[in-house]
């Protein structure tokens, strides 16, 4: 993997304005000129929080003199470490868009992605954006004690985190993907046959009752058939082994005891004269 740093903030050493340099060469000239110097080695990202420069010879950002940063020599570091910050200020947005007070923390992971809890106190919320991979047995225990704290959790699964996708939805019904479009976030409604409703974060709404989203009632109710549909099954299953375990029916063997079954045939003359 590539050691160059193309990862930088532009709003200050602990900034949350994530930008990646263009490959190409005429494309970072661009970025360079449209943000001037002001670029930084964000903090929220672990950084150092130095103004970073931009080298245009080959298309990089570079610290200033001596500078000591986990960076330095491992920029292909910074690629998971700043995605937390392309999501945070998009969730954020949409919060603050609907008069919430959002209060936003890092979850730092074993690797280098970060993933994001927001709690919205107002309205008894937590909003989790998993952004790494997660265990069932992980997700269950979170899960729990979140739900201890707040009235309402929800979940927003990024791409490295989809089986623990898999895990809320066979156990709820539903469960919300998300990704980045542009300089916004798209949430996937996804339901236990497989499918997935991708739809815009701005149609979405966080309200006392929880979050609601286009496609989530009827995910819900597809699993509430599904489930109707199992405990009918296994219903009748065990009517047929009760059946079973009870052997012969009860008319059956009252006729075999009593002799009273199925009459004899009747004589028939021998064929020979009497």
Do not use: I
Not at 155 to 162: C, K, M, R, S, T
Not at 202 to 212: I, K, S, Y
């Amino acid at each position: 993997m590539s050691s160059e740093l193309r990862w930088a903030v532009t709003d200050g050493p602990a900034g949350t304005s994530p930008v990646v340099l263009p490959e190409e060469a005429a494309a970072a000239r661009a970025l360079g000129s449209h943000h001037g110097s002001g670029f930084w080695c964000s903090r929220e990202a672990g950084g150092c929080g130095g103004r970073l420069a931009l080298d245009g010879a080959r298309p990089r950002f570079r610290h200033g003199g001596d500078a000591r940063c986990r960076f330095t020599g491992r920029g292909s570091d910074a690629a998971p470490a700043y995605e937390h910050l392309r999501y945070q200020r998009a969730v954020a947005a949409w919060l603050t868009g609907q008069g919430h007070r959002p209060r936003m923390e890092k979850v730092p992971d074993a690797g280098c992605r970060t993933g994001l809890h927001v709690a919205v106190d107002e309205v008894g919320q937590a909003v989790e954006v998993q952004l790494s991979a997660l265990p069932d047995t992980s997700w269950r225990a979170r899960d729990d004690r979140l739900r201890q704290r707040f009235r309402h959790v929800t979940w927003l699964y990024g791409p490295a985190a989809e089986v623990a996708g898999d895990t809320e939805v066979a156990v709820r019904g539903v469960a919300y993907a998300v990704r980045r479009h542009n300089t916004g976030l798209l949430v996937g409604v996804r339901d236990v046959a497989g499918g997935t409703r991708w739809v815009r974060l701005g149609a979405c709404r966080l309200t006392a009752d929880g979050f609601a989203a286009p496609g989530a009632a009827e995910a819900r109710a597809l699993h509430a058939r599904r489930a109707a549909e199992r405990q009918e099954a296994a219903r009748r299953a065990a009517r047929c082994a009760a059946r079973a375990a009870q052997g012969p029916s009860l008319s059956g063997r009252v006729q075999a005891a009593s002799g009273t079954g199925d009459p004899a045939p009747p004589l028939q003359p021998l064929p020979f004269p009497g």
